[in-house]
């Protein structure tokens, strides 16, 4: 039998998109299951918000781990935990962490508060995930040079050199949807893309090549704008 890993692993190149409303507690996680999704992705940034934190890395590991954790064991397809830039853990305690947690794959960012890493130092921290481990393990590198208005040559530059540091696929977050195919050439491999209740939509994204479509914390967000609005209709007197 399959692992989840290697079915997780098998959505990605299986010519039907791969869609990943993000979940951030096992309630949520439950309903994505339940609506048909193939795998369960977390949001790092609506379960800091969940537990109390801000995102960019201001939740403790332990208790991003253990989040990610009930999540897993909420469900039973794949789950794949969005963790930030691993949180300053050495990448192989972080690897072991994750999979204790009953994850699958994961989310790696290229950047530190809002600073890009250098691409052969996160190409090196990859490469150690990946040795440690192994096939257990689907590994999504996250590109963030269009969140500091780089060139498309910087991103093409670093998601190849991830994808040959053992990533599964690369995620340009925030790449604008008509450079995609570019980023699809030159990058090679499946690419992940963002989309958001209020677009870019997962169709205008897989058309122009993205096989895996997220939508990070932009669910989450959608959701509590929904109760800010029905909160004064509940608090009006009924007479």
Same mark, same amino acid.
Do not use: K, W
């Given at each position: 039998m399959a692992s989840n890993a290697e079915l997780f692993r098998a959505l990605h190149h299986g010519g039907t998109p791969l869609i990943l409303p993000n979940a951030w507690d096992p309630v949520s996680a439950r309903i994505v299951a339940e609506a048909g999704f193939p795998a369960v992705?977390?949001?790092?940034g609506a379960v800091a918000r969940v537990l109390g934190y801000d995102d960019? +890395?201001?939740?403790? *590991?332990?208790?991003?781990?253990?989040?990610? &954790?009930r999540?897993?064991?909420a %469900?039973? %397809?794949?789950?794949t935990a969005d963790l930030e830039a691993g949180y300053g853990l050495p990448p192989k305690e972080f690897a072991q962490r994750l999979l204790e947690t009953g994850a699958v794959g994961c989310n790696l960012e290229?950047? %530190?508060g809002d600073v890009l890493v250098d691409p052969a130092r +996160?190409?090196?921290?990859? &490469?150690e995930v990946r040795a440690t481990a192994g096939a257990d393990l689907v590994v999504n590198a996250r590109v963030d040079t269009f969140l500091s208005r780089k060139r498309t040559a910087d991103a093409i530059e670093r998601g190849r050199l991830y994808r040959r540091a053992g990533a599964d696929c690369v995620y340009p977050i925030f790449a604008p949807t008509d450079v995609l195919p570019e980023l699809v050439a030159g990058i090679g491999g499946p690419?992940?893309?963002?989309? *958001?209740?209020d677009g870019p939509t997962a169709a205008e994204l897989v058309a122009a090549g993205a096989i895996r479509i997220s939508y990070g914390t932009s669910v989450h967000k959608y959701l509590m704008g929904v109760l800010r609005d029905l909160l004064p209709r509940l608090s009006r007197d009924p007479a």
């Open positions: 992705a977390t949001s790092s960019g +890395q201001a939740t403790p *590991a332990a208790e991003m781990f253990t989040a990610v &954790a999540i897993a064991r %469900v039973d %397809v794949p789950v290229d950047s %530190v +996160q190409a090196d921290y990859l &490469a690419i992940n893309a963002h989309a *958001a209740p």
